[in-house]
């Protein structure tokens, strides 16, 4: 009986692991959108950066 108890635990954590990852991909990809934005409006605010150091994008 422990072991049955054992093994469902472990199963509702892997679960709940599992929903974990798929919500912060869900989000990493979200961010990613906005911190692009927040780069790209950010760049231009940048005084005193010579040309040359600038990377292409």
């Known amino acids: ?6 093994l469902a635990l472990i199963d509702d954590i892997a679960s709940i692991l599992d929903d974990v990852a ?3 991909k869900v989000a990493a990809k979200k961010t990613a959108g906005v911190l692009g934005d927040d780069l790209a409006l950010n760049a231009e605010q ?4 010579r040309a040359e150091r600038e990377l292409p994008v």
């Open 46 to 49: 940048v005084s005193g950066v």
């Open 22 to 24: 798929l919500m912060t």
């Open 1 to 6: 009986m422990a072991g049955a108890s054992l």
